[in-house]
């Protein structure tokens, strides 16, 4: 096992197939910073090949708390202020950037988990939609708080609240910046596992070990049969299905491409 600190507040540890990623600010509820996001975005950029799971969590009892304010708001050196005075295309470009820390979690040769425990305010709600999977603790509080300060989720949250939820159900969470906790959460769907908190790391392993257990191929095009069955119908889906298994049929048969 190894471990890399990427940025302050930032660590990636590394073992065999499973990459884990942790917010590590525990004494501030791992809130971000634009220097977290960067250095989340080079791990997307430089993760090794042969990673097949990524683990999102937080250290200490939170997952996060969300954008840290005290940087974000500082005056004329925050974040809110740089991006409020840039031209349009400097600021839309620097908040493509951050958004990429973390939509990478979706791309097609891994699976993402979010181990979630504590609060997912803000930010770190929308970390948590980033991943693939979320595996939530019962002691979980999600809200997505950035109607509260006039500003809009702009992380990549609002697309996967949406699929997940509904859009009625989105709206009510944007809107009115509610906390939701970890049952609620799990009867809306977006918890894919609901577990005791003493038991989230197990349970994070199991899941990460079970993926790890498939083939790799096999779940690669499982996961893009997946991602696309939303916008398809049956017979254009069927047919990617049967595109899909001749793919895997002739690879196992070492007939393949």
Known sequence: ???????????????GPVATISLSRP???NAQTPQMWGAL???GKELPGDVRVVVVRGEGRAFSAGIDLSVASAGRS???????????EVALTRIEGYQEAFTWLRRPDIVSIAAVQGHAIG???QLALACDLRVVADDAKFCMAEVSLGLVPDLGGTKPLYDLVGPARALDLCVTGRRVGAAEADRMGLVNRLVPAAELDTAVAELAAAIVAGNRDAVVEIK???????????ATQTRYEREAQLRRLRDLAGTGE
Request: aromatic share 4%.
């Open 78 to 88: 925050g974040e809110f202020h740089l991006l409020a005075g840039s031209a349009d």
């Open 41 to 43: 975005r080079q791990i």
């Open 224 to 234: 893009a049969l997946i991602a696309g069955a939303g916008e398809r119908d049956l």
């Open 27 to 29: 004494a501030v509820l």
């Open 123 to 125: 930010a770190g709600f």
């Open 1 to 15: 096992m190894s471990t890399t600190e990427n940025e302050p507040g930032v660590q990636l540890t590394r073992d």
